[in-house]
């Protein structure tokens, strides 16, 4: 079935840009999202990528789409200790009745002041 | 940008009772909602899809006796958690689409806690 990898941890220093990588593997998926978790909180949508754009820049915030690799990044420039968080990347498709969202395990960004 | 409320955002009960958890879209009508279960440190299980007027689709493992799900109107759907016990402690999560439209993103509640004594 379908599934979606991250990597566990990330720990920037303040004022560096953060970069968090996602792959997925099915070839079918039409959006690809990036979500934020704080603790005790629910889930945030941060931005998302259709599968037929290279990049999408918002403020801080970018994100890379390789299809061919099926590799998604989140770039957060000049991370502040309030990045701190849980990101979540995810992805859907009509395949799976247009509805249903895959998650990832989730990334957790330590930022150190 | 759309909201979508979740209530009450901490429950803590003695095991036995059942525990009712409202999630209400605010500024869009939502024909789809989703309940997941978060475990400490763990991503999202989704439990259970549900659509407005007809009954919600439950998850393999998920036992749908025990979690009851109603979808009355467009704008809420309640989750159900029946006789609850200790393992039942969770934090549960509501998540809303906004419309019939496929691959929008789910807009989530910010969740409720659930601790069973």
């Known amino acids: 079935g379908e599934d979606v990898e991250q990597s566990l941890f990330l720990s920037v220093r303040e004022g560096d840009s953060s970069v968090i990588n996602c792959t997925y593997t099915d070839s079918s998926s039409t959006y690809l999202y990036w979500y934020k978790q704080e603790p005790g909180a629910g889930l945030q949508l941060l931005t998302y990528?259709?599968?037929?754009?290279d990049m999408k820049q918002d403020q801080r915030l970018t994100v890379l789409l390789n299809k061919k690799d099926k590799h998604l990044s989140l770039r957060i420039a000049d991370t502040q200790t309030g990045d701190s968080a849980i990101y979540f990347c995810a992805e859907s498709n009509s395949n799976t009745g247009g509805f249903k969202t895959i998650f990832g395990a989730g990334t957790r960004l330590f930022v150190k002041a | 940008g759309a909201v979508v409320s979740q209530h009450p955002s901490r429950v803590i009960c003695k095991s036995g009772t059942s525990v009712k958890i409202e999630c209400r879209s605010l500024d869009f009508q939502a024909t789809t909602m989703f309940w997941y279960r978060q475990f400490p440190k763990q991503s999202l299980m989704l439990m259970a899809t549900?659509?407005?007027?007809?009954?919600?689709?439950?998850e393999q493992g998920v036992e749908k006796d025990k979690f009851l799900i109603n979808h009355a109107s467009l704008t809420l759907s309640t989750l159900t958690v029946t006789s609850a016990h200790p393992e039942d402690s969770s934090f549960y999560i509501c998540?809303?689409?906004?419309?019939?439209?496929?691959?929008?993103?789910?807009?989530f509640g910010d969740g409720t806690r659930l601790s069973i004594l």
């Open positions: 990528i259709f599968s037929n754009m």
């Open positions: 549900s659509n407005e007027g007809s009954k919600a689709t439950y």
């Open positions: 998540s809303a689409l906004s419309g019939l439209i496929s691959n929008q993103p789910q807009h």
